[in-house]
């Protein structure tokens, strides 16, 4: 025991007041951060830019749809193609297809006479007995040799010759022969005759006094330009004017005798004494006989 003498001492607090005083202050609000840091730090704040990258957007496109891969059995060796399943076609609608003709074809043949009737004799054609027989001369030639009856078919009408006004004129390569009427038609015909053995048949359009007789052409010496229907055939149509050349006489008149047949024409001509048999066609054939009508 100190003595009275000796200085008096507060008491010492205990080790854990400290602690006692930042619970007090604790629970009044104050908080630790006080305690040791009792200046606050300032916190600057800064806007960061904000960068904005404009960009092309794409369109959109339409993604490929890929069709599936069929594999045939023809396509895979052995067994691959064996293991194959069997393909059951989907049952179709049935369509019902017509056909429209585009054309109408135009028989080139005039039809046969009734009670000329055509067959096969032993893989052969064979005709039989025409309603009427080509008379005269006509009738023997025809009697004669029967191939005409299947070239030229049957007579047409009676079956007798008709007498008609005619020309004849030579060429470098064949003749022209006037008609003053054909026998199908009833009207004025110009056969062209080649001498390759072909023929064509025109209608005689030339008209006097609205064609010209001629066109002054300068022929080659010895030749001659065709004048009239003749002239007009041959000046218009260059198969004819070519096939035949140049006129080598002058035309010569009379009188011819024709008939007509389903499939061509006889004709007697007297300027040289020929019947020729013509045979229609594209182009037609004749041959010539040295017998009257």
Excluded at 33 to 44: A, M, N, Q, V
Excluded at 50 to 59: A, E, G, H, L, S
Excluded at 201 to 220: C, I, Y
């Amino acid at each position: 025991m100190e003595s009275h003498g000796a200085r008096l001492r507060p008491p010492r607090p205990p080790r854990w007041g400290w602690l006692w005083w930042v619970m007090v202050l604790s629970l009044a609000g104050v908080g630790c951060e006080s305690l040791f840091s009792p200046t606050p730090t300032p916190i600057f704040v800064t806007a960061t830019p904000q960068f904005i990258v404009v960009t092309n957007t794409p369109v959109p496109t339409a993604s490929p749809v890929l069709a599936p891969t069929v594999l045939l059995p023809n396509d895979l060796p052995g067994q691959e193609a064996a293991a194959l399943p069997s393909a059951t076609p989907s049952p179709q609608p049935s369509l019902a297809i017509t056909n429209t003709p585009t054309f109408t074809p135009t028989p080139t043949n005039t039809p046969p006479t009734p009670g000329a009737v055509i067959g096969l004799v032993g893989g052969v054609v064979a005709q039989a007995e025409c309603q009427v027989a080509p008379q005269g001369g006509f009738g023997t030639l025809y009697s004669a040799a029967p191939e005409l009856r299947e070239q030229l078919g049957c007579p047409l009408g009676d079956g007798s010759a008709q007498s008609v006004n005619n020309a004849f004129q030579s060429y470098e390569n064949g003749i022209m022969i006037w008609v003053s009427r054909l026998p199908d038609t009833g009207q004025g015909g110009i056969f062209a005759i080649f001498n390759n053995s072909t023929y064509q048949r025109f209608n005689d359009t030339w008209q006097s006094g609205v064609d010209p007789e001629s066109l002054g052409v300068a022929a080659p010496e010895g030749r001659l330009e065709p004048v009239r229907g003749f002239g007009k055939i041959w000046r218009e149509s260059i198969g004819v004017r070519d096939g035949l050349g140049w006129a080598t006489t002058p035309e010569l008149g009379g009188t011819a005798f024709i008939l007509g047949f389903e499939r061509g024409d006889m004709l007697y001509v007297p300027q040289d004494g020929q019947t020729y048999i013509l045979v229609a066609g594209a182009p037609g054939t004749w041959r010539s006989v040295s017998q009257g009508y």
